[in-house]
Every structure is written in C-alpha cells, then in structure tokens.
C-alpha cells in the first residue's frame, strides 16, 4: 500500500500540473502586489519612466509587452484593460496588434488546456455558464463565440473554456477570438492613445468614458449581427420539427 501512494501522488500531479501551477500563478500575482503595480496610480508615476524605456528599444518593449499580456490572458489575472489602455498610449497603433497577438494566444493555452489537461475542473470552473453557452455554441459555434467576443456577456476566461469542453475546432476558436475582439481592442487603444498626455503629466485618467454609450454601442451592435447565423439556425430548426411533427392530411 504505502509503495503505491507515490504513484498515486505522481498520477495527480501529472493530471492537475497545470491548474496548480495557474492557480499559483494568480496567487502570486496577488502576493508580489502586481495588482498594485498595475494601478493608473503607479502607471501615471513612472509613465515617463516606461515612455523612455519604449523609445531607447521598441523591439525589446513590445516584445515584452506581447508575453505579459499572454501571460494576463492564459492566466486570467484581471488586467487586460489597463495594460491594453496603457499599451496605446504607449504604443500606440502598434499596440493593437500586440494586444490582438498576445489575447489570442493566451486564450488559446486556455483552451487546449481546458479541452486536454484538465477538462473536469474547467467545466467545474465555467459553473452555471456551461449548459447556457453549450446550448449556444451547439448551433453555430463560430457566430456564437463571436458574438460572445464582440459583447462581453460572460467573462473573457469562460469563454475560453466552454468551447473547448465542445466540439469546435481549434481553427475556428482562433479565428473566431481575433476577430471578435478586434473592435473592442481598437476602440480600447485609441481610448488609450488619448491617455497619452494625462499619464505623462502624471495624473490618473478618467476612466467614465469607458462605459459610456459611444464605447459599448457599437460593439452591442456588432454582436447582434453576429447573432444573426444562431438565430436564423434555431428558426429554422424550429420549423423543420414542425413540420416533421405536423399530422399527415392524407
């Protein structure tokens, strides 16, 4: 008995490696303070800081700034915002891009990981969400989850996970994550672009126009058109059963 607990030991590592080491991840974002560290308080102070460190080497500063958004996606630490914010005004047009890269790339490890490593725990994770969105994603996976990018309805993680616990295609996810998240991250980056001269003054933006109807309006409208393939496929099922239910005449 005892010779076989290592084994067993082994056996659980081997399956649950990667939600330990995302959950360790997050808990040591957490205790090193990076939540801290990312405030609009600590950002506005060394912004000038930051904007000479990008100009003395792009490469090296958008490289940089490509992994820790993949890291900020694949381990769902909540940043994303400011760093897609701060990279515009750092950046920015080409942050677009980096954001574009690095958010479909982190969500991408998601998914593999959820469909692969640890599928019983990320259906656990995605809760009350799951038979909701596996309802959806069972009629037009593509148009649903692109919907789901365009109109953040549900959290960006979850949206990583469902798909995978379903039969889409990993082409498909790609696909269908970098363009549904372009529009918000272009909006989001020329929003940052004007953040540009606050942060280098040193004062902390107003975030309010963010929620403002002129943000989320067009992107509310992107995704109902989005929509459109689910739900002409659900009407047209509908009809298609009642036809088949229809009493014969003759």
Not at 220 to 239: F, K
């Amino acid at each position: 008995m005892a010779s076989r607990m290592p084994i067993r030991v082994m056996v659980l590592l081997k399956r649950q490696w990667l939600p330990v080491m995302l959950v360790t991840g997050l808990c040591l974002f957490i205790v090193l303070g990076g939540h801290r560290i990312l405030s609009w308080q600590s950002i506005a102070l060394h912004y000038g800081a930051l904007t000479t460190a990008t100009e003395a080497n792009l490469p090296l500063a958008a490289l940089v700034f490509f992994g820790v958004y993949v890291i900020a996606v694949a381990f769902s630490l909540p940043i994303a915002l400011p760093l897609t914010l701060t990279g515009g005004a750092l950046f920015g047009w080409l942050a677009a891009l980096l954001v574009l890269g690095g958010a479909t790339a982190g969500a991408t490890v998601v998914f593999i990981a959820a469909r692969t490593v640890f599928a019983d725990l990320a259906r656990a994770r995605a809760g009350p969400f799951l038979s909701r969105l596996e309802d959806g994603f069972s009629r037009n996976a593509f148009s649903y989850l692109l919907a789901l990018r365009l109109i953040p309805a549900a959290p960006f993680w979850v949206v990583n996970i469902v798909p995978a616990l379903t039969r889409m295609t990993l082409g498909s996810f790609v696909l269908a994550t970098f363009i549904g998240i372009a529009p918000g991250t272009v909006v989001f980056v020329a929003v940052g672009r004007g953040f540009d001269h606050i942060l280098g003054a040193g004062r902390v933006p107003d975030l309010a126009v963010l929620g403002s109807p002129e943000i989320f309006g067009p992107l509310v409208a992107l995704g109902v058109l989005a929509l459109l393939p689910v739900a002409w496929q659900h009407i047209r099922n509908t009809r298609q059963k009642g036809q088949h239910n229809a009493p014969d005449r003759h």
